[in-house]
């Protein structure tokens, strides 16, 4: 398959929808944008599609927590049909609330397999603030995780009020031990953040920034790589232009957050 069906979900409070879709086209995918109760009018909707994203935003305006009335959504109207479509050759992605969408519905850890079973929860940022900054990845080597193939670290932006990642130490120690932390939040150089602000935005246990699903198929983050897909979209392209000049480099075109677009669409080549 050349290129990828890509169902970029849209509804009420979800306000990352174009740039998602746009970030999957500029990585190669036939994007589209589909507002959920479509879905639900036409079930079978769903067989189209290779690529599931959720974007970000404040689906149902977080009203009974983030991510919750939209997962519910779907667990009341879809639940057959989407347990369907992961059960085929298919990817998912999800960003932010979209995260938090995937986490309350079970579909990462995952460490059971079954959906509608939420095994972590995304809480209030230590904080108790809304953080908008960008932040600094590392990926983990040993991760199966699709989407992060061949990448060493990330430079994105978050945006959340509700980005704490929590599970309970068993389940915590059975995801590190999976291997199913996807990535990290970090300092600057690399070292680990070791939940330090603002390295670490929201006080996530163990840095935790993404995880996937035991496939590597699945995967939720709370950065936005949507959000970096050009060089210019960095907070500190302006710096690195002049270092860049004076060191005789040319400018890059891509910013980092393009990578994780690419390999959802290289998956299927």
Known sequence: MARPVVCVLSG???NCDEETR???ELAGAIARIVHINDIIENKNMLNEFQIFAFPGGFSYGDD???????????MNNLHDEFAQFLERDTLVLGICNGFQVMVN???VPALEKTIGIPEAALM???TARYICRWVDLGVEPQTPSVFVRGMKTLHVPVAHGEGNFYAPKQTIDEIEKRNLVA???TKPDGTEAKGEYPYNPNGSINDIAAICDPTGRRMGMMPHPERNI????????TLLRERYA???KSLPEEGEGLAIFKNAVAYYR
């Not at 009974?64 to 779907?74: C, D, F, H, P, V």
Request: hydrophobic residues 40%; glycine residues 14%.
């Open 22 to 24: 746009f970030a999957f």
């Open 183 to 185: 990535l990290r939040y």
């Open 246 to 248: 004076r060191e005789g």
């Open 230 to 237: 050009f060089f210019t979209h960095r907070d500190d392209w």
């Open 12 to 14: 009420y409070g979800i």
């Open 105 to 107: 519905l079970g579909i």
């Open 64 to 74: 009974t927590g983030s991510g919750k009335a939209l997962a519910n959504r779907i």
């Open 124 to 126: 209030h940022n230590t």
